[in-house]
């Protein structure tokens, strides 16, 4: 089984339109202006997020490249963070989320950036991810455990604020003897995947 390594879910999606690269005639000059504005207005937040990401990251450690599935490197509040469908950098928080905007706004040198509230901190999920790391790797583990036999990946979910275990199989007897073996952390949620083939 390959450990999971990185953990951060930084999501983005910029959308293009065929439209486009399609030669422009009269009637769709006005459509194709819009859409190619918005494309860009979209890159260009994107650019901004991922700006606005590493200074939060290195707000939090100058190290943080190596330490970024190490628990400790995050604060207690913070859930994670990704970039939304427009673009914008979206930071999930787990306390008072007026206080700590007002502190990352100090940090990041800027505001434009949104909050989510959310109950679980990114700490909580990385902790979950290691128990489940460590079942991987354990030796002493049989290779036909049912969990190892339908295990099909794990990762800490930011945007739904969970650990998703993927397993090419979901069914009760999986997952008692996931919650068993491995973890009975509320954080996990199961959800059916593939393991991925090895070259």
């Given at each position: 089984m390959l450990k999971s390594t990185n953990y951060l879910l930084l999501s983005l999606l910029i959308v293009f339109l065929a439209s486009c690269n399609q030669p422009k005639t009269d009637d769709t000059n006005k459509n194709t202006d819009s859409n190619s504005s918005e494309v860009n207005s979209i890159k260009q937040n994107n650019q901004i997020a991922l700006e606005l990401h590493d200074k939060l990251m290195n707000y939090f450690s100058e190290d943080w490249m190596e330490r970024e599935s190490d628990p400790d490197l995050y604060p207690d509040y913070y859930g994670g963070s990704f970039i939304d469908n427009n673009g914008v950098f979206v930071i999930a928080l787990t306390q008072n989320t007026e206080n700590i905007k007002a502190l990352l706004e100090q940090a990041l040198e800027s505001?434009?950036?949104?909050?989510?509230?959310?109950?679980?901190s990114y700490k909580e999920m990385l902790r979950v991810m290691d128990s489940i790391d460590e079942f991987l790797v354990n030796n002493s583990i049989p290779d036909d455990h049912i969990v190892l036999a339908n295990f099909a990946g794990a990762y800490p979910d930011v945007m739904e604020n969970r650990v998703k275990v993927l397993l090419n199989e979901v069914n009760q007897n999986i997952i008692n003897s996931f919650k068993r073996d491995v973890t009975n952390s509320q954080l996990v949620i199961f959800e059916q995947g593939e393991i991925p083939e090895l070259f």
């Open positions: 505001d434009n950036f949104k909050v989510e509230s959310v109950r679980y």
